[in-house]
């Protein structure tokens, strides 16, 4: 049995899943997957149990096998793994960075592949960190670029600045003062931009040593042709002296092809040193290989000689092989130890210019390509030429491959930075010269010599000499020195050089440099000595060769400098063999060296003798730290020995070279203070020494040697050593001072003469004063200990004499600005180092006299310079001097601020920045573009601050003591000043930050002793009112949105670390402000409180809420959340207020509103209270003014008893926070709960109190759903919401914000021109205007109409602006309304006739536009909105809609789904159940209704009216809807079909308010519903054909043009009734006495049956007597047919219900409207199909209203219209040949974008000529043949003119009907290309006739549609009617006519199949009998007239056919 044991006793481990584990069948198993994490709390042999950290709920067990340990830290609750620092910031960044590249990738924005490859960077930089495997200079160079990705990145995403170190990691904020913060945070900048620009230079960050560059050469391989091995010497080579630069370095070469050197294999690295910046900027720098062959005198090629050499070779040599390889040449170079034959022979050259390798050294990774060329019969030197200038070197086939990596920084320091590249074996070639910077330590006795050249004549040979060089360093005695020559790096040191050997070649140019290293002690005594001898090319004969001849120089001149720098020709001694004496090795030494030294003679000596013409030039160049080549500083050095030129020598050091005098620095010191303390004439040599101190200090100084002072300062403190020094350099410094103090003599004219050698001797002194000084200290110092200090007072005192001749220097009134301004730039340097010697408190006095002895506008700017290095000093450090320093620096820096000196005063400074930045702006550049100078006064300013960070950084740190003092001092002498700088400066400037930073960074280091001791400071002098009103709006515009941001938004941690400060200093301050300006009051300091801390808790940086999680848990874990102590505060200073609190109520309403909204549910039930408190202080506020909140308690009738201006000022800020996005429900509920709870416990506001809280509730709940969905696309929804808040201002009487939001949903209505609705919503606001002169009050002021002053002109003006949107929006009625008051006011009040005229002008053009215009009555829905998905506005509630103009039944359901795409639409007319109402679903229920006209519609019954008026009222301002759905009921008997079984169930619907109105819907507030009766039905149907009949009859009577299709068609369906049985069917049914003895309470409707069959027959009459007088002989056999059937049906009727007549009457000269020729194909044909057209009529206008024209889509009108040319029409006065087409306008968009008034005047100018016209001769321009045509539509008439005289008929009235346009036939297509053009009439619904009963089909009861028909006529669209030689002008259609079929709603009695003409115009008399249109209930078949369709003609698509009876669908 296992035993289960704890993991560990303390807490459980942590693993990570390293292979997926999945056994879920069997028991207590824990599924892993791999990388899941796993807290581990027991273990057993082989398993864990535990559970994961992603569900901590689940536990089991899992194999140990399977988990990988982790080392992990526990943060926030939560295990994490445990890796360093930056691998955990990558981890969030990557996480962080994620989310927002998603977004950029589904946005598409242009970053994203930035930021992606940004991700994929620092994801391998993650991973390779984690590895472990990296050394330590990468995991730095890895670190450092991952942190610049991250900067950029964060940079590039808008995410938050990141402040780091050096080394890349996180600063801690909190352990840094603000000025060095915000430094941090420019430093950030300029690192960020710095990665942005050079994003592919990787280099290290770390402070480099900027003298020292290095290069370091790897060698790889070496591809050439070679036999022999060879020597390669590398060198960096100066292309344009053409000298070496450095040292060789040597790789031995086999011919193996690999290094002859064991430990040169794979590591041929070198490391060039000591380059200075100087070197790197050569021109042309080349890295050059001398490729040198050692072997014999002729190289012999083989055939398989070619070898490819590489650091790895692919054969590699055995161990015997490579042994004797490496002992092919000895260690001198010249032959092997067995006597080898050997020469050196040149090979080769290959080099590579390091120009582009040095300046950009990162894009050389990898092998770099040397060309190699080879010397065929050249010399090295001469090949390398022909290289470099690329001349005359052919093909090149050999190479070298060499890798080169250039590095910044010191030996010590690249050690340490890369040491895998250069480890300890790594050979080093200096630099042939001095590096920049010669340290001591650094010894060095170099020479490098270059054998140049040489001449040799011939003797006794008669070819050229093949000479050899042999070289070696020989002492006194001749004896050779062993190891003291160097080939170069890389190569062991050799006892003798062997030069190259040049075949045949009397003047050989070697060029050949190597080094010799003699020590200086065996320097003086050596000399070099060259044998040259001639190498024979046979081996044996050159085994015999002796030299020839003999050449030496000595190193060491007799005067004892070197060998001088530069070339030396020397003497060549022939060697006589025979005669020389080897046994006196030195013998040559007396010769002469040199050619220049014969001066002329032949010397010899035995054996060796002058060759004249022999000659050897050489090089020489001496890098020596210790010898010299000047004959000067040599007798310096050695003045003991020669005292008597000791003055001459001193004198002379001033014409030594710098040069030498930095070589032997140290030395040369050494000297002349050896000479000041031992010299026997003080006053001789003393200033002579003095001054040679002081012009060795100038030089090193200097700009070009001044780094060497490095040198000297190491000499000052480890190797000087004169301790008596310091007397005697004092003495002579107060001698100088003294000296130029001293009042000399003065000119004549009283003027200084030129200044004396006296002054200027004291400022050379005063100028290196602090190195004079570094000596006396150090001098002094060495005594003191060796001396144990004894006369320590003697010393202080004089240099307490020598501080007062300082001063007493300042207080001269001598010119001695320069050593004055000398002095001060080196004080803070001669302070720090008396420090040492000298008390500091009297050295600080003694600071304080000297700068306040400066006279206040002498040398400023060296002043400031003098304290900014002072505050640096280590004396500043120590707290009893900074207490005497910093004082007197402040008061400095305030009136350096301040001066007005120079013309740079304060507040020129001010002024000159701001108008730089108006400048900047008005440019549109940025300020720092502009080209302006640095002014004085920038300068002024920018020390100041540096002064200041300098002092803050310090007093922050920890070890510079006590501090509470010094920071006292600051504020009592600079805050003010700082803080009216920062707040009077430009945002724009670059100086403003640092202002700002500065002040933060005084108010960090503030406590509440400071507070206390400063605000005591204040009031005692007056000004802390000022200075807090000042503190209070200086933080307010630090965190105001409203100003430009001091700090960049991106800084973070600087903006935190701001608020922090100001949290701190409001603390402190509510303490100032309760105890010093609550008795007596100060309301503006109060108010300024309250503003300042609310801006500074709403501040969006302190939002935690608004931050992602990763930014929240940095703020909340460094910063936390310093809201809640804000908002404390806040509150605790409210109620600190006491009686002052009224005075606060309106005003502190939206600040603590917008304080409270925060959502911090703490904070809110800590500032939710205050309102309470609000309501309470106003309340028992006095209505007296000069009575006190606190008085009203002694008398209660004073109370005000109401707080009606805090809850205006709720109200309306509540309107505004909510708006811009504040507040949540939450809230809401808070609120309420908190006040409900007070309230409820308060006796007096009780009441009031919870009724204003419910109100202010239900406020809250409206403006959360309006910010909810005023975004939403849904334009309903918007607009609802808008009117749900303008009801509430209504209610609560706000009148500011009802305008407000009166003109918000006007604004809606406009953008989506609702013109009628905007017009209504407009309304409302007169509606609150009086007509008066009264001044408007300003909540009723219009922003529209910000002229107008007074109730009348406001009102008269929306008036006009109203009038006009009804005009848009075809509501002519309304704006006659309008101008019915306007005229009123015109008329009777102002009595303005001029205005009135107008006014009637336009009211008169309102009511021809009722006749004249086309007009279409939009169509209404009810729509159900069922589920919770729906906002709360629209769920389970019922609307009705006024559709758009055109809108048809499923182009309005489509919108709504569109409007709601979550929504479905339900099928059927069914009350849905709960399991929809209920769901969190989005269902739909949409029905056509019809409106029912109100009891004001009776005032046109029974009168004879135009349509086109009464038209109107049949849809518009309705409040009550119906729509029915049919049903069967057998109970009725016979056949369930039968007429006596249809029954209809009819809704009707109250809304709130009528349409249209002030929104285009309603809610329902009431439904009834109720059942109509088969013979109530039959009634509706016979009354709406009656009408039909007689409307025809009018038309065609009022008309003769008319075309009689429609007429035939409704007589022959009513008097023939051969399908649908006409009345007959309703005389079966219910004209029966079964009936009545059946149904006895129906008698009366029979009656009334009975009645209308009666009435119907005198009506058919007449029309077919007008049929007869009007039917064209086609149609002669139908009219028969007519005649005769009626005869029938006439007796029939009279017989059974008696003779009826009619007011109708047929008067054939009746005055008529002429139209142009008609058009009006027949519908169908008279002898074919015939039905019933009574039978086919249905009462019921909610049922469908079935047509036989099929559905255009909404755009064909549109496109139809496109097609047109629209001209106006010609007058009947001019010949019909004549075109009118002078106004013709080129397309119909810009016909509709005419002005308005335009076609006012058009339609005035048209209406003119087309009425009342006697009988004319008709213009006929359609063929009589076309009238036969076939149809499927019927259209009304269309706006069309007639010219001629006007002849009015008093007894008819007539109108202008527009009909809409039908669809072209194909017939008509072919036609009107040869007729002139035309406006074609569009194409009318079947709503304009009266009786389509006939063609409809039953439509099922539960259609959700039922006014859509889709019978077999629908299959065939209607044609287009036919152009006319006269067009129609539709120049007063709507611009935006959305083509509808059901459009156009005319009333369904006013026209019966009316004929459609292009040209006409008709007249109705219409004897108004208004009833709904009817329900069909009877299929219908295809009608036509004989011939009517074209069968060869193409047929348009058919549209799918109507579903069935019991169809579910909507069609």
């Known amino acids: 049995m296992s035993v289960w044991s704890d993991c560990n006793a303390k807490q459980a481990e942590f693993g990570i899943a390293k292979c997926n584990f999945d056994q879920e069948t069997k028991p207590h198993r824990l599924n892993l997957d791999v990388g899941d994490a796993v807290i581990i709390l027991k273990e057993t042999t082989h398993w864990y149990y535990g559970y994961r950290q992603k569900a901590k709920e689940t536990r089991g067990i899992f194999p140990k096998s399977y988990i990988h340990l982790c080392e992990y830290n526990i943060v926030n609750g939560e295990f994490c793994i445990q890796r360093t620092d ?236 490579r042994k004797a390889s490496q002992l092919s040449v000895s260690s001198n170079g010249s032959s092997s130890s067995n006597g080898e034959y050997i020469i050196r022979r040149p090979f080769g050259v290959a080099c590579k210019d390091l120009t582009p390798i040095i300046n950009k050294s990162e894009d050389f990774r990898g092998n770099i390509d040397l060309p190699f060329i080879m010397c ?115 190569h062991q040191p050799i006892d003798e050089y062997k030069s190259v050997v040049y075949y045949h070649d009397d003047k050989p140019k070697w060029q050949e440099t190597f080094k010799i290293h003699v020590p200086i002690e065996d320097f003086k005594q050596c000399h070099l000595r060259f044998v040259l001898k001639h190498r024979s090319s046979n081996e044996q004969k050159d085994r015999t060769e002796k030299p020839f001849g003999l050449a030496y120089v000595r190193l060491m001149q007799a005067n004892g400098t070197t060998i001088p720098q530069g070339q030396h020709v020397l003497a060549v001694y022939k060697i006589d063999h025979k005669k020389y004496d080897k046994t006196v090795a030195n013998c040559y030494m007396e010769l002469p060296a040199t050619v220049a030294e014969l001066q002329g003679a032949r010397p010899s000596i035995g054996g060796l003798t002058l060759l004249p013409k022999d000659q050897l030039s050489i090089g020489v160049n001496l890098c020596s730290t210790k010898l ?144 004079v000084m570094k000596f006396v200290i150090r001098s002094r110092v060495l005594y003191a200990e060796m001396n144990c200090d004894t006369d320590y007072v003697d010393f202080a005192t004089r240099l307490q004499e020598l501080l007062r001749m300082f001063i007493d220097m300042i207080g001269c009134p001598s010119n001695l600005l320069k050593s004055e301004g000398a002095l001060l730039k080196n004080l803070h340097i001669i302070a720090t180092d008396l420090m040492q010697v000298f008390d500091q408190v009297r050295l600080s006095i003694s600071i304080v006299e000297i700068l306040e002895k400066f006279p206040p506008r002498r040398l400023t700017q060296s002043k400031m310079g003098c304290i900014k290095d002072f505050v640096e000093t280590k004396l500043f450090t120590l707290p009893k001097c900074r207490a005497i320093l910093l004082p007197v620096f402040c008061k400095h820096i305030k009136d350096h601020l301040e001066s007005k000196e120079e013309g740079d005063s304060k507040t020129d400074i001010w002024q000159q920045e701001k108008n730089l930045s108006k400048a900047a702006k008005v440019l549109g550049q940025k300020k720092s573009q502009l080209h302006t100078c640095d002014t ?22 920890s070890d510079v003591g006590a501090t509470h003092n010094d920071i006292r001092d600051i504020m009592i002498i600079l805050f003010r000043t700082v803080m009216k700088a920062a707040h009077a400066l430009d945002r724009d400037t670059g100086l403003v930050g640092k202002f700002f930073a500065i002040m933060l960074g005084i108010l960090q280091r503030m406590d509440a002793l400071h507070y206390e001791y400063f605000v005591k400071d204040l009031h005692q002098r007056g000004e802390l009112k000022h200075f807090v009103i000042e503190i209070l709006l200086v933080f307010e515009e630090l965190v105001s949105p409203h100003q430009k941001a001091v700090f960049p938004r991106d800084w973070m941690d600087m903006i935190m670390h701001q608020n922090t400060v100001i949290l701190g200093a409001l603390k402190h301050l509510t303490v100032v402000i309760t105890d010093y300006f609550l008795v007596p009051f100060e309301k503006q300091i109060w108010s300024n409180f309250f503003q300042c801390s609310i801006a500074f808790l709403v501040q969006s940086p302190l939002q935690l809420n608004d931050f992602n999680d990763n930014k929240r848990q940095i703020v909340f874990a460094r910063y936390r959340d310093i809201r809640k102590d804000t908002a404390m505060e806040i509150r605790k200073m409210w109620f600190q207020l006491g009686q002052h609190k009224p005075k606060f109520v309106p005003q502190l309403v939206e600040p603590i509103l917008e304080m409270s909204m925060i959502p911090e549910k703490e904070l809110r039930q800590e500032t939710i209270p205050i309102f309470f408190d609000m309501m309470q202080c106003e309340y028992y506020s006095s209505r007296l003014e000069q009575e006190s909140y606190g008085d009203t308690k002694y008398n209660n009738t004073h109370h005000k008893g109401n707080f009606s201006d805090f809850k205006t000022a709720m109200i309306e800020k509540l309107d505004i926070l909510i708006g811009a996005g504040k507040g949540d429900a939450e809230y809401k509920h808070l609120f309420e709960t908190i006040m409900l709870e007070r309230c409820a416990v308060h006796n007096t506001l009780n009441v009031d109190g919870t009724a204003f809280v419910e109100m202010v509730t239900r406020l809250m709940d409206k403006l959360l759903e309006y910010r909810c969905i005023i975004q939403d696309e849904s334009k309903e929804n918007r607009m609802a919401c808008t009117f749900s808040l303008l009801q509430f201002y209504s209610e609560v009487d706000l009148k500011e914000m009802y305008i407000r939001y009166v003109y918000k949903l006007c604004a809606l209505h406009m953008e989506f021109e609702n013109y009628t609705e905007a017009a209504f919503t407009l ?86 536009k009722i006749i004249k215009e086309l007009r279409h009555n939009s169509e209404y829905f009810r729509v159900c909105f069922y589920g919770r998905g729906f906002p709360r506005l629209l769920q389970n509630r019922v609307y009705i809609f006024r559709g758009k103009e055109y809108e048809r039944h499923s182009d309005f359901c489509a919108r709504m789904l569109v409007q709601h795409p979550q929504a479905e639409l339900m099928q059927t007319l069914e009350a849905p159940g709960e399991d929809i109402t209920n769901s969190d679903g989005q269902y739909i229920q949409v029905n056509k209704v019809e409106p029912i006209m109100g009891p004001a519609f009776n005032k046109f019954n029974e009168k004879i009216i135009n349509n086109e008026i009464v038209k109107y009222f049949t849809a518009n301002n309705v409040q009550k809807f119906q729509f029915s759905r049919p049903f069967r009921d057998s109970m009725g008997g016979g056949d369930r079909d039968d007429v006596r079984n249809l029954w209809l169930e009819r809704t009707e619907l109250l809304i709130r308010f009528p349409l249209p109105g002030i929104l285009r819907w309603f809610p329902v507030i009431e439904t009834s519903t109720f059942k109509i009766s088969p013979l109530e039905r039959a009634v509706e149907i016979m009354k709406d054909t009656n009408s039909n009949i007689r409307q025809l009859v009018i038309l065609h009577r009022s008309d003769e043009t008319l075309h009689i299709n429609p007429l035939s068609m409704k007589l022959n369906g009513i008097v023939d009734p051969a399908v649908m049985g006409g009345f007959a069917k309703y005389e079966e049914a219910f004209l029966t006495d079964d009936y009545l003895e059946q149904n006895p309470d129906d008698k009366e409707l029979v009656e009334d049956l009975k009645e209308l069959i009666a009435n119907q027959i005198p009506l058919l009459e007449i029309a077919i007597q007008l049929h007869r007088m009007r039917a064209p002989e ?243 669209p209607p044609p287009l009617p036919a152009k006319a030689r006269d067009s129609t002008d539709f120049t007063s259609l709507s611009q935006n006519m959305d083509w509808t079929p059901n459009g156009f709603t005319l009333l369904s009695t006013q026209i019966s199949n009316t004929s459609s003409s292009s040209m006409s115009t008709t007249s109705t008399l219409t004897k108004t009998s208004i009833s709904n249109t009817t329900y069909e209930y009877l299929e219908t078949t295809n009608f036509s007239l004989v011939g009517a369709v074209d069968g060869s003609k193409p047929r348009p698509p058919t549209p799918p056919p109507k579903p069935s009876r019991h169809s579910k669908h909507i069609p």
């Open 936 to 957: 004085t006064a920038n300068k002024k300013i920018a020390e100041c601050i540096n002064i200041m960070n300098n002092i803050l950084k310090l007093l922050f740190r």
């Open 1323 to 1408: 309304k409302l606001h007169t509606e609150l205007l009086r007509w008066t002169d009264t001044e408007l009050s300003p909540q009723l002021r219009s922003y529209r109409h910000s002229s107008c002053r007074t109730h009348r002109q406001l009102k008269e003006a929306l008036y006009f602006e109203i009038m006009e949107y009804f005009d848009k929006g075809k509501q002519w009625e309304c704006a006659i309304d309008m101008c019915r008051v306007l005229a009123r006011q015109y008329e009777e009040e102002i009595f303005d006739y001029l205005k009135l005229a107008e006014l009637l002008k336009r009211m008169a053009l309102f009511y021809e």
């Open 628 to 771: 010299t080549q000047s004959v000067s500083l040599l007798g310096l050095l050695n003045w003991s020995a020669h005292k008597e030129t000791l003055e001459q020598s001193l004198n002379a050091l001033s014409t030594v070279p710098g040069e030498e005098v930095v070589k032997f620095l140290q030395d040369i010191l050494d000297a002349l203070f050896n000479i000041l303390v031992e010299n026997d004439q003080p006053e001789k040599y003393d200033q002579l020494v003095f001054m040679s101190i002081i012009h060795l200090i100038e030089t090193v100084s200097d700009l070009k040697y001044q780094h060497f002072l490095s040198v000297l300062d190491v000499y000052i403190n480890e190797s000087f050593s004169f301790t008596l020094a310091y007397t005697k350099l004092m003495d002579v410094l107060q001698k100088n001072i003294s000296e130029a103090i001293t009042p000399k003599e003065k000119s004549a004219d009283g003027n200084d003469l030129e200044e004396s050698a006296e002054v200027r001797r004291l400022y050379k002194t005063t100028r290196y004063l602090h190195y």
């Open 1674 to 1916: 086609s149609l002669k056999a139908l009219q028969e047919h007519l005649e005769g059937c009626f005869a029938d049906m006439q007796q029939h009727v009279e017989l059974r219900y008696g003779r009826k007549s009619c007011d109708l009457k047929i008067e054939r000269d009746s005055v008529v409207m002429r139209r142009p020729n008609s058009f009006l194909p027949p519908l169908f044909d008279g002898s074919n199909n015939r039905h019933s057209e009574t039978s086919m009529g249905s009462s019921d206008s909610g049922l469908s209203k079935s047509t036989f024209l099929p559905r255009p889509q909404t755009n064909s009108i549109k496109n139809t219209l496109a097609s047109l040319s629209f001209n106006t029409r010609p007058s009947l006065g001019h010949s019909p040949s004549i075109k009118s087409n002078k106004n013709k306008d080129k397309t119909p968009g810009k016909r509709r974008s005419k002005d308005c008034k335009v076609k006012e005047r058009e339609v005035h100018s048209l209406s003119s000529s087309q009425w009342y016209t006697p009988p004319l001769s008709t213009i006929t321009s359609t063929p009589e043949k076309e009238i036969n045509t076939s149809i499927a539509s019927l259209a009304s008439t269309s706006n069309s003119s007639l010219s001629g005289p006007k002849t009015p008929d008093p007894h008819i009235l007539t109108e202008e009907l527009t009909p809409k346009r039908p669809l072209r036939s194909e017939m008509e297509k072919e036609r009107r290309l040869s007729r002139p053009a035309s406006i074609a009439t569009p194409t009318a619904s079947i709503k304009n006739f009266p009786d389509t009963r006939s063609l409809s089909e039953s439509s099922n009861r539960n259609s959700v549609e039922t006014t859509d028909s889709t019978s077999e006529e629908d299959i065939r």
């Open 86 to 321: 930056i691998v955990e910031e990558i981890t969030k960044v990557l996480l962080e960075w994620g989310s927002i590249a998603k977004n950029y990738f589904l946005t598409t924005n242009p970053s994203f592949k930035e930021i992606r490859a940004k991700m994929n960077e620092l994801n391998n930089n993650r991973a390779a960190l984690i590895s472990g495997n990296l050394p330590l200079d990468e995991v730095r160079k890895v670190k450092l670029l991952a942190t610049n990705q991250i900067d950029t990145g964060n940079k590039l995403l808008g995410l938050d600045m990141v402040v780091r170190d050096e080394s890349g990691d996180i600063l801690d904020t909190n352990a840094i003062c603000t000025t060095e913060l915000y430094e941090q945070h420019v430093h950030a900048i300029q690192r960020i931009d710095k990665a942005n620009r050079l994003s592919s230079e990787r280099g290290t960050t770390r402070t480099l040593n900027k003298y020292s560059h290095n290069i370091l050469l790897h060698v790889n391989a070496f591809v050439c042709k070679f036999q022999e091995d060879s020597d390669l010497l590398f060198t960096l080579f100066d292309g344009e002296t053409h000298k070496p630069i450095s040292e060789n370095y040597v790789v031995k070469w086999s011919r193996t092809g690999i290094a002859r050197d064991i430990d040169q294999i794979d590591n041929n690295r070198v490391l060039f040193t000591d380059l200075s910046k100087s070197d790197l900027a050569i021109a042309k720098m080349y890295l050059v290989c001398y490729a040198i062959r050692i072997g014999s005198m002729e190289f012999k090629e083989s055939a398989d000689s070619k070898r490819t050499s590489m650091s790895i070779a692919n054969s590699m040599l055995n161990a015997s092989s």
């Open 376 to 490: 065929e019969k050249d010399t090295l030197d001469g090949t390398l030429r022909k290289l470099i200038a690329n001349k005359d070197i052919g093909k090149i086939d050999s190479k070298m491959a060499v890798t080169i990596e250039v590095l910044r920084g010191d030996i010590k320091q690249i050690k340490e930075d890369f040491p895998r590249l250069v480890h300890t074996n790594v050979p080093v070639a200096r630099k042939m010269g001095f590096p920049e910077v010669i340290l001591p330590g650094d010894v060095r006795n170099d020479l490098y010599l270059t054998i140049c050249s040489g001449e040799f004549a011939r003797i006794a040979k008669t070819s050229e000499k093949n000479v050899e060089v042999s070289v070696c360093v020989a002492n006194e005695q001749g004896y050779l020195m062993p190891g003291v020559l160097s080939i170069g790096a890389g």
